[in-house]
């Protein structure tokens, strides 16, 4: 099941116990404005159906708890690694960059799109690698671009979106199906 629809279902259960204990706790009440005459036998039996809906509420809370918890932590850990792919990215970028600076600055020949990423990066740093191959040697290498082999990624998810589609192991809600179909 996934963590998104798991929430669905663990919440839709929730709902249906927090209106039962709300039924049963008017109920109760009622039979104790009442007063002495009503039997005690009645308050007796709402009272063990209220706690045994209390019991089942806070076992459906703390499941639900748990796959909130588990969603977090996926999210967590997506985020973080997006973030190192996306700094490993730049930092590749930068690399980049600075080897066109070297090929230039020792007075090779590379493609016209690697100087115009380095001039876009810095012109600092473009007019220093130009004024550095007027004063080298001339040097007749020509270089390839470093950016040819890069292809477009697709589309990114969002943490969030790939936390909820996470498959987790959690049983299905138990009185759900059944209050369902006693509706």
Same mark, same amino acid.
């Given at each position: 099941?996934?963590? %998104?629809?798991?929430?669905?279902?663990?919440?839709?259960?929730?709902?249906? *116990?927090?209106?039962?204990?709300?039924?049963?706790?008017? *109920?109760?009440?009622?039979?104790?404005?009442? #007063?002495? =005459?009503?039997?005690?036998?009645?308050?007796?039996?709402?009272? %063990?159906?209220?706690?045994?809906?209390?019991?089942?509420?806070? =076992? @459906?809370?703390?499941?639900?708890?748990?796959?909130?918890?588990?969603?977090?932590?996926?999210?967590?850990?997506?985020?973080?690694?997006?973030?190192?792919? /996306?700094?490993?990215?730049?930092? $590749?970028?930068?690399?980049?960059? *600075?080897?066109?600076? %070297? %090929?230039? /600055?020792?007075? #090779? +020949?590379?493609?016209?799109?690697?100087?115009?990423? *380095?001039?876009?990066?810095?012109?600092?740093?473009?007019? =220093?690698? +130009? @004024?550095? /191959?007027?004063?080298?040697?001339?040097?007749?290498k020509e270089y390839d671009s470093l950016w040819e082999d890069e292809e477009e990624? #697709?589309?990114?998810?969002?943490?969030? $979106?790939?936390? #909820?589609?996470?498959?987790?192991?959690?049983?299905?809600?138990?009185?759900?199906?059944?209050?369902?179909? =006693?509706?």
């Open positions: 099941m996934k963590i %998104r629809d798991a929430k669905q279902a663990y919440s839709a259960q929730l709902d249906i *116990l927090r209106n039962k204990k709300q039924a049963l706790t008017n *109920l109760l009440k009622d039979q104790e404005n009442r #007063g002495p =005459a009503v039997c005690a036998f009645d308050r007796v039996e709402i009272s %063990r159906e209220l706690s045994v809906v209390n019991s089942q509420y806070e =076992a @459906t809370q703390s499941i639900m708890e748990n796959i909130v918890n588990k969603e977090n932590l996926i999210r967590d850990s997506e985020t973080a690694k997006q973030q190192s792919e /996306a700094a490993a990215k730049q930092a $590749e970028e930068m690399m980049k960059i *600075l080897e066109v600076y %070297r %090929r230039i /600055a020792s007075g #090779g +020949k590379v493609p016209p799109e690697d100087e115009k990423k *380095l001039m876009e990066y810095s012109h600092e740093m473009y007019m =220093a690698a +130009k @004024t550095a /191959a007027m004063i080298a040697k001339q040097n007749d990624s #697709g589309e990114i998810k969002d943490a969030s $979106e790939i936390a #909820g589609d996470t498959e987790i192991s959690v049983p299905a809600p138990e009185t759900a199906a059944a209050d369902a179909s =006693a509706e």
